[in-house]
């Protein structure tokens, strides 16, 4: 009776595995349509960083090339 709990291990480590190849699933399916991993907590404030972070990119990128 004290070894009852171990039937229980096998389906929980079935779905522990599966909520991990999921999440790894996400990941890997994002980075490879976006090209980085997800950001996460992005804000307003960090889209806006984004934003002007490209916008400079893009011009130093069009200087270096004239």
Same mark, same amino acid.
């Given at each position: %009776?004290?070894? &009852? *709990? %171990? =039937?229980?291990? +096998?389906? +929980?480590?079935?779905?522990?595995?599966?909520?991990? &190849? %999921?999440?790894?699933?996400? $990941? $890997?399916?994002?980075?490879?349509?976006?090209? #980085?991993?997800?950001?996460?907590?992005? /804000? %307003? *404030? /960090? &889209? !806006?960083?984004? #934003? #002007? /972070?490209?916008? +400079? &990119? =893009?011009? !130093?990128? !069009?200087h270096i090339q004239k």
């Amino acid at each position: %009776m004290s070894l &009852v *709990w %171990m =039937e229980a291990l +096998l389906p +929980l480590g079935i779905i522990a595995g599966m909520l991990c &190849v %999921m999440g790894n699933a996400q $990941y $890997y399916i994002h980075k490879a349509a976006h090209g #980085r991993p997800k950001h996460i907590g992005n /804000d %307003m *404030w /960090d &889209v !806006a960083m984004e #934003r #002007r /972070d490209k916008k +400079l &990119v =893009e011009q !130093a990128f !069009a200087h270096i090339q004239k």
